[in-house]
């Protein structure tokens, strides 16, 4: 009964590259809104808003959007396949792409924490020893918000394994290739013999999401004792 | 040296100060608020000011009417929190290293060894500043701001963190680091032993206002009157020589121009000539040679100048027949009813139990 089909195995593999894929490439990004929410500045609202927005529209909205943004004939989406080849719409770097979206604003707040909780004069000790704002940051900030930034990434990586509403509205559910163990336990569900890899399919889900919340917990503790 | 004319403005504080010297070790003092570490900062670059200038060796920093503004990180200007403020995530060693990075080849006047010997923190550098306690982390943090060899190190509180002990280590530290590396100081302070210790001049900070400006000696008995508890810390500093130690009573006598100055503690003879500190509070002014008195060091002296300003407190200033400084802490009413005056001959009588070996 704890065998997992091949079919099975195929979704799991896939949901770990799209996870995978999808938290590496918004980190960077991630790592900079953090930092810039950390501090004040005019606009600093709207950028809150804006990263927390796909934590509250409805999974199907931010799907739609990116459909119409990034689909084939979506503005963003014709211009990078002309120019640069790179397609999302029903491709598995769609699906990352929704993943990476859907996860964001759980991926920037441990991170935007952790560089709350370093002392603001730490940077200011930098410069007085003649490092500039990057090397400050890269020397100092960035060194010491890195606990946030590891559980950042494996909450972030554990919400973007679960993703399923703005996937499967933006690139469906295509086997090898869209088809993530959210997608296939949706499709298990539908069929009529699917209930026991449902199953299957759902404890591992629910095994790999705790392994991911409890290692982010890990790291937020170290952040903490150290700050 | 340093030249600063700035107004900078937060909340509802506001800075408005302009002072100039070439002391190599200038004093900014003033009670707690005042806006001396603000004053500081502006120096170092780590705030702005809303306008004025300021200048260090002849190099304009900042100037708001010129537009010039140059970064915390090209002023080479060193900073020493009262906290330390170690990089937690690096070791000792490389927090020392930091500022080394960033310093001009030819300018790297510190080595690693000559900077870690006198400070003595050559056995800590695989720690993490986590492990240190907090006089090594402020010997590490002076070390570190001396390593990236500045033009000039800015000195925050140095000592307010520490017990009584630590802070006379650290300032025979500091006094060790200026001398050795000939880095101009500018020591934020609102303890006179520590100024009139370390500092040339002092420029004395009050309500976001230069109100005085001069030697210690000078500035200090004044100015100690706008500090709480400013009178318990003026103290002024003698040099003695080691004349001889009486087994017996266990007191050593130390020769003094102005008499012989007894110390309850057994003091080495090599380490002449001792310094010994006298607060203001620990001393008496008498007109004649008392008798029949506990007090077995009398020190004679001429009164040099009487500060009082209607409050119930006056600071007597006693110049010493070698030219040395002495402060009294007295009463208005002791000056009147003594009938104390300016160029008068006095004793200055001090318990030598009032003097132990921790303070010199």
Known sequence: MFELSPQEIEAALLSLKIAGVATLAALPIAVMIGFALSRSFPGHGLLNAATHLPLVLPPVVTGYALLVLFGRHGPVGAFLAEHFGVVFAFRWTGAALAAATMSFPLLVRPIRLSFEAVDPRLPQVARSLGAGRLWSFLLVELPLALPGVFAGAALGFAKALGEFGATITFVSNIPGETRTIPAAIYSLIQSPDGDVGALRLALLATALAVAAVLLSEAMQRRAGRRA | ?360
């Open chain 2, 1 to 360: 040296m340093i030249d600063v004319d700035v107004a900078w403005r937060r909340g509802a504080f506001a800075l408005q100060a302009a002072f100039a010297t070439k002391a190599r070790a200038l004093a900014l003092y003033g009670p707690s608020g005042a806006g001396k570490s603000s004053l500081a900062m502006l120096v170092a670059g780590l705030l702005k000011p809303d306008r004025g200038r300021i200048a260090l060796d002849g190099e304009t920093l900042v100037d708001t009417a010129r537009g010039i503004w140059l970064p915390p990180e090209r002023r080479r200007v060193g900073v020493v929190f009262q906290d330390a403020l170690l990089f937690p995530h690096l070791s000792v060693e490389r927090n020392i290293l930091f500022g080394r990075l960033f310093t001009p080849k030819a300018e790297r006047r510190a080595s690693l060894d000559a900077v870690i010997g006198p400070l003595g923190i050559g056995h800590l550098l695989d720690r993490r500043p986590g492990a240190l306690s907090g006089g090594e982390k402020q010997r590490v943090g002076i070390a570190r701001a001396l390593m990236a060899s500045p033009r000039l190190l800015i000195l925050d509180e140095p000592t307010a963190a520490l017990d009584a002990a630590r802070r006379a280590e650290i300032m025979t530290l500091i006094e060790t680091a200026r001398d050795a590396f000939e880095t101009p100081l500018l020591l934020v302070s609102h303890s006179p032993e520590e100024i009139s210790r370390l500092a040339e001049e002092v420029v004395v900070v009050d309500k976001g206002a230069v109100i005085a400006q001069g030697p210690p000696s000078a500035t200090l008995p004044g100015a100690a009157r706008r500090i709480e508890g400013g009178r318990f810390q003026l103290a002024s500093a003698l040099y003695a020589q080691y004349k001889s130690y009486d087994p017996r009573y266990g007191v050593t006598r130390l020769a003094h121009p102005a008499g012989e100055i007894l110390v309850a503690a057994h003091l080495p003879a090599a380490r002449s000539p001792i310094r010994v500190e006298i607060k203001a509070t620990d001393v008496v002014l008498a007109r004649a040679r008392p008798e029949g008195v506990s007090l077995r060091t009398a020190l004679s002296a001429t009164v040099a100048a009487i500060d009082e300003n209607g409050g119930p407190l006056a600071f007597a200033t006693l110049a010493l027949p070698d030219g040395e400084k002495l402060f009294a802490s007295i009463t208005r009413l002791a000056v009147d009813e003594m009938g104390l005056r300016v160029g008068q001959e006095v004793f200055a009588l001090v318990k030598s139990v009032a003097l132990d070996e921790r303070e010199m």
